[in-house]
């Protein structure tokens, strides 16, 4: 790498890494903007927002393709503990005081109707291989055998494990307004693992690889967005999101500080 800085160019396979970078953030902000402009048009009433039909996908509304990996739908999917959609009972769900609070107001969920999309949905979210339980004992792990020396990637680490316990929490408050169990499955009736925590231990490929995880959350919140019943429910996801692009940006900060 050095006879490239010596003649001032950037060697083709790490231009390559830089622009699929570039090109995943620009695809996820346009993604969110949509998602975006369509709460927006619900809210001012171009929308029945009592009986509301899911998004449309990307692909429907504007022709962008959609996210590499939107969230699972088997043929074969888990049974949830959630009444059958027949019942059109909605519900003012109550704001309950959070265990981890990470003093960030998020969106409360209104006119619930229980629904087994959004239980599947959710859960993939809070105990899919890559989602926010897996994400918080990486974190936790990453922590606790980081040596000392590393206080700013210690401080980062426990900063975005606050935001990450929080998020875990409120999904799992969502599975049960929904009509769901918060048990340790992703929704596709697969048993969380510990096999799904990461344990690198070099600073850069743990920072490399909490940027990819967070930006791989990021993509299935957009996508459970788009397939949500409820409109608070997406409003919620993407509150979720901007949170997790922040801890992207200090990750990415700390990054460039390494090299």
């Known amino acids: 790498m050095e006879i ?26 346009l993604e969110q903007k949509i998602l975006e402009r369509k709460i927006k048009e619900a809210k001012d009433g171009l929308r029945n927002p009592q009986g509301e039909k899911p998004f449309q996908t990307l692909e429907e509304d ?29 519900s003012e769900v109550e704001t309950k005081d959070l265990i981890f609070s990470n003093n960030v107001s998020y969106p409360s969920l209104r006119n619930v109707t229980p629904n087994k ?3 599947r949905n959710l859960k993939a979210l ?39 316990m929080t998020h875990y929490e409120i999904l799992n408050d969502a599975i049960v307004s929904f009509g769901g169990n918060p048990t340790l499955t992703d929704g596709q009736g697969n048993v969380w693992t510990g096999r799904n925590v990461n344990q690198e231990n070099n600073p850069k ?14 993509k299935q919140y957009l996508a459970a967005a788009r397939e949500a019943s409820n409109l608070s429910l997406a409003e919620l996801f993407l509150k979720i999101i901007e949170e997790k692009q922040k801890d992207i940006e200090l990750f990415q900060q700390i990054y460039n500080s390494l090299e």
């Open 4 to 29: 490239f800085k010596k003649i001032g160019t950037t060697p083709t396979c790490r231009k390559e890494t830089i622009e699929r970078k570039e090109k995943l953030g620009n695809s996820v902000s």
């Open 126 to 164: 809070a105990f899919g291989r890559g989602g926010e339980f897996s994400t918080i004992l990486t974190y936790i792990y990453q922590f606790y055998t980081l040596p000392n020396s590393e206080k700013n990637l210690k401080a980062a680490l426990k900063e975005a494990l606050g935001n990450e």
């Open 117 to 119: 999309g959004d239980v």
């Open 62 to 90: 504007t022709g962008v393709p959609q996210a590499e990996n939107p969230v699972q739908q088997p043929e074969t999917r888990e049974k949830e503990q959630a009444p059958e959609s027949g019942n059109k009972e909605t």
């Open 205 to 218: 490929k743990i920072l490399l690889d909490n940027i990819s995880l967070e930006q791989g959350l990021i």
